[in-house]
């Protein structure tokens, strides 16, 4: 137990530092950051003079409060280590009191007072749900993208959450994975500009406010290649690809201010990334300068046994702690061994005491020695949670995140007067719309359905009619003849389609990307009835849809869109909203494309080639090598004119701006606003480079007849890549700008680089 003496030196400590001023450098991104940081490491390197080796180890072990389990669980409650002083943090702890009820035993119960930590996996919301991450990504509006991060923080921090597992910014090209749900998709620039913007949505400017919780960039690294898109599986490249592809997100995230890093689950080359010395000190410490905490993934260290790295526990503690790792989740391996680690000279305790300080500075900085009770305020919590404001963001970025797959001879949006048939098994669903990893969110009561949205919208539910034809999984076809009865009574079928929140997300990979069960059966159905057919998708993936875009009328791409995804569904329907999303990744035909990705590179013997046709080239058989859909690819109610591409000059030097602009204009009969994407494209280097790379974007409003120029500036900076010497700069040599629609549809200028 915490003796008085010890308490009260504590607290005389705290209120020394906080009184005394130093003159520091204030970093304008991070204002708090500098001046609180000095305090912290004032208050901490005295703090820790008084702890004892049991005591530091304790503030490196994570366990999870007993719900939302995604792995093995110990053997011993939680809180008997708490009391022993040997616990400095907890995940998924169920309400405010009872984060109230841990802190006091943690405050008032050991020796020296340490608060708790208490984090969550907060993805995509807390209580009000937003779109799934990817579908986020479909908007393209770091905006909002950020104001959505910020409203997670605000709701979780007031139920007494201090830390979020999110973002998740692993760089994917692979839809069997099912995590790709929890991503930005598959480009680099996108990804980077996403991860910095969700970092400052739970962050904010300021950490010492309670309504601020710490971001975790998450999986390091390259979880997002595991190898044929099986969750948890090895990952091995080399690390060209991994400097270009999979680490420039973690970077950005860095210079985002973010505070902590995650753990992958796989392995690198050969060494678990919870053992890899090279990701987490190299790289992460000795480059990139990080200097907040490492925390791994759930039991990570202990999956490095299994991965044939570790021969038991007590090695695998080893490992992780001398390769970089901070904090241990729900494994327990260093609380039980690294004491004995120390004692065998196989550990410093030095090493432990550098995590645990980091681990404390980060408490520090949240206020929590201050107030340990500062974010559990139940009464914040009431007020604070479905604001009326919040729930407006969610129905706005579910609007930006709907992409418009297709649309034969312009039958969207609907007029509001048409008979219409509701059919599919995810027409009435109010818990797979929130889609997987969604907090508190609530499955039932507060999510809005497509039924309920179209019905609001309305006023008027004579004309609808519904059925719910087929379940999301199995083989039952016996509700298909009351669909075809409704369908053939209706002028329009709207068919609500997809997979189950449980279909994409972790361990989740799947071989099959089509739509599940017998839905597809239905939708052929439904054909034969003649009726135009509108298909909305609720899916945490790319899935394969050529059947689908053959027959089909119209494709709402809605993603799994959240709280107010319905509502959201229903304007674009009928018109009150004009979708605006593009694709973040590349839908493929059929599996047989995975991996497929925009940016790829081209062979010796190219796909496209002048002259005759030829057999000896790189190429299917069976299937063209393009995607169904492509990356940035989306349509709107109206048309956008591309003209007039240029560029202010041909050739640059190094030290030059390249200004390139484009005139848009909106050539249809809607308002509407367009992403313009500039990529561009290094013809010869010292190692062969993409076909093409994004580079810019730009979101565009434009009201019906209106032209905008859109200019954007390149450097030397965005030409740069890792050369042969592995040296990152750009090289002298010839170049194409493109700017456009999607990834393919575009105008192009060249120029040189002299």
Partial sequence: MKTQLANIILWISFLSISSCSTKMTINKEQPEKSSNNSKAIIFVDSLLQKMTLDEKIGQTVLFSSGSDITGPTIDKNFVDYLKDGMLGAVFSVPTVKATIELQKIAVEETRLGIPLLFGYDVIHGYKTIFPISLGESASWDLDLIEKSSRIAAEEASASGFHWTFAPMIDISRDPRWGRVSEGAGEDVFLGNAIAKARVKGFQGDDLSKNNTILACAKHFAAYGAAIA??????????????????????????????????????????????????????????????????????????????????????????????????MDMQGGIFLRNLKKLVEEGKVSEEKITAAARRILILKYRLGLFEDPYRYSNEQREKVTLYKPEYLETAKELAQKSIVLLKNKNNILPLNKHQKIALIGPLVKDESHILGTWIARGDRTGKAVSVYEGIENLLGNTEIIKYAKGCEIEGNDKSKFNEAVNIAKESDVVIMVLGESHGLSGEAASRTNLDVPGVQKELIAEIKKTGKPIILILMNGRPLTLEYENEVTDAIIETWFSGTMGGAAIADVLFGAYNPSGKLTMSFPRNVGQIPIYYNYKNTGRPYKIKGAEQRFRSKYLDAPNSPLYPFGYGLSYTSFQYSDLKINKNEFNFNETIEVRVTITNTGKYDGEEIVQLYIQDIVG???????????FEKVFLKIGESKEISFLLTSKDLAFYTNDMRFKAEIGDFKVFVGTNSVE????EFSLK
């Fill in 686 to 696: 010292s190692v062969t480079r993409p076909v093409k790379e994004l580079k810019g």
């Fill in 229 to 326: 898109g099986r969750d948890y599986n090895t990952v091995d490249m080399s690390e060209r690809e991994l400097r270009t592809t999979y680490l420039p997100p973690f970077k950005a995230a860095i210079d985002a201010g973010v505070t902590t890093f995650m753990t992958s689950f796989n392995d690198l080359n050969g060494v678990p990334a919870s053992g890899n010395k090279f990701l987490l000190t190299d790289i992460l410490r000795n480059e990139w300068n990080f200097d907040g905490f490492v925390v791994t993934d759930y039991t990570s260290i202990n999956e490095m046994i299994p991965h044939g790295y570790s021969k038991d526990e007590k090695q695998a503690g080893e490992q992780a702690l001398n390769a970089g790792v901070d």
């Fill in 746 to 749: 575009l105008l192009e200028v």
